[in-house]
């Protein structure tokens, strides 16, 4: 039980850092976030509550979304998992 809280603990102080850093300046957190993904520019797979589709992710958008090229659009997310597909 002890190392559950410990690790419980650690989470919360790095979203606290994550979330000092975003209120501090936005705009670096934002660049530093988009530096940090991993899905964009690559095919990826979409699922959301309408069901699963597949995609292309294109970027982050200035609201933290995922901008997707999806069904002969362009879409931004805000929940739903992403899978990439096997390149």
């Given at each position: 039980e002890a190392e559950?809280?410990?690790l419980i603990a650690a989470?919360?102080?790095e979203?606290?850092?994550m979330y000092a850093?975003?209120?501090k300046d936005k705009k670096a957190y934002l660049n530093e976030y988009r530096e940090g993904c991993i899905s964009t520019g690559?095919?990826?797979q979409i699922k959301t509550a309408s069901g699963v589709q597949d995609a292309f992710a294109k970027e982050i958008s200035e609201d933290f979304g995922l901008t997707v090229n999806i069904s002969g659009g362009?879409?931004?997310?805000?929940?739903g998992e992403v899978?990439?597909?096997?390149e």
């Open positions: 559950r809280g410990s989470i919360v102080e979203i606290m850092k850093l975003w209120k690559k095919y990826v362009t879409v931004t997310l805000h929940s899978s990439i597909i096997n």
